[in-house]
Antibody, heavy 118, light 107 residues
Framework: EVQLLESGGGLVQPGGSLRLSCVAS????????MSWVRQAPGKGLEGVSA????????YYSDSVKGRFTISRDNSRNTLYLQMNSLRGEDTAVYYC???????????WGQGSLVTVSS | DIQLTQSPSFLSASVGDRVTITCRAS??????LAWYQQSPGKAPKLLIY???TLQSGVPSRFSGSGSGTEFTLTISSLQPEDFATYYC?????????FGQGTKVEIK
């Protein structure tokens, strides 16, 4: 079964850091672009970051550029999102997702809640 | 960045109704658009990609059309499980932005 399982979310103070992980199973992880998408409480979807299959190319939304770093370890089938200098507006459920064909997101994790608050 | 604007933002409809949602892009994106369905508390589900290609396993009552800057998602006969929020996403360039969503509620 194709599956993505996120972990690492939680409560963090403004200015703090957190690292999310996403473990993939059931498909050849190293062959796919992977993305992080977030959803603030009661709000819509926002694409946060994406990374090429090899990890050579990374992309960020303007809202997180310079603060977040996406990476992957293809030997461990794991995607990461290092989040630094966190702000209240970063509070959201963070989903990892598998990009296929033209970049549409086919497989999604269950989501990991990040709450930034003092 | 490419902006996507969905209309309406909210839609009230009955079971059996035909429903159409529009997504407009701030610049031409060819056919590089996807549609997702999200039910409360769940991750989004891919419905359609490249504007009109139905993802495997998605019921045929869902269809998509359009190219360039204007796209539509149509549900031909609304079913109880279709009451959810729908998002478009452009696949043309990074960042691959989403529309703001259209919530479909029961009338």
């Amino acid at each position: 079964e194709v599956q993505l399982l996120e972990s690492g979310g939680g409560l963090v103070q403004p200015g703090g850091s957190l690292r999310l992980s996403c473990v993939a199973s059931g498909f050849t992880f190293s062959s796919y672009v992977m993305s992080w998408v977030r959803q603030a409480p009661g709000k819509g979807l926002e694409g946060v970051s994406a990374i090429s299959s090899s990890g050579d190319h990374t992309y960020y939304s303007d809202s997180v550029k310079g603060r977040f770093t996406i990476s992957r370890d293809n030997s461990r089938n794991t995607l990461y999102l290092q989040m630094n200098s966190l702000r209240g507006e970063d509070t959201a459920v963070y989903y990892c997702a598998q990009g296929v064909r033209f970049g549409e997101l086919l497989v999604w994790g269950q989501g990991s809640l990040v709450t930034v608050s003092s | 960045d490419i902006q996507l604007t969905q209309s309406p933002s909210f839609l009230s409809a009955s079971v059996g109704d035909r429903v159409t949602i529009t997504c407009r892009a701030s610049q031409g994106i060819g056919i590089y658009l996807a549609w997702y369905q999200q039910s409360p508390g769940k991750a989004p589900k891919l419905l359609i990609y490249t504007a009109s290609t139905l993802q495997s396993g998605v019921p045929s009552r869902f269809s998509g059309s359009g190219s360039g800057t204007e796209f539509t998602l149509t549900i031909s006969s609304l079913q109880p499980e279709d009451f959810a929020t729908y998002y478009c996403q452009q696949l043309d360039s990074h960042p691959k932005t989403f529309g703001q969503g259209t919530k479909v509620e029961i009338k």
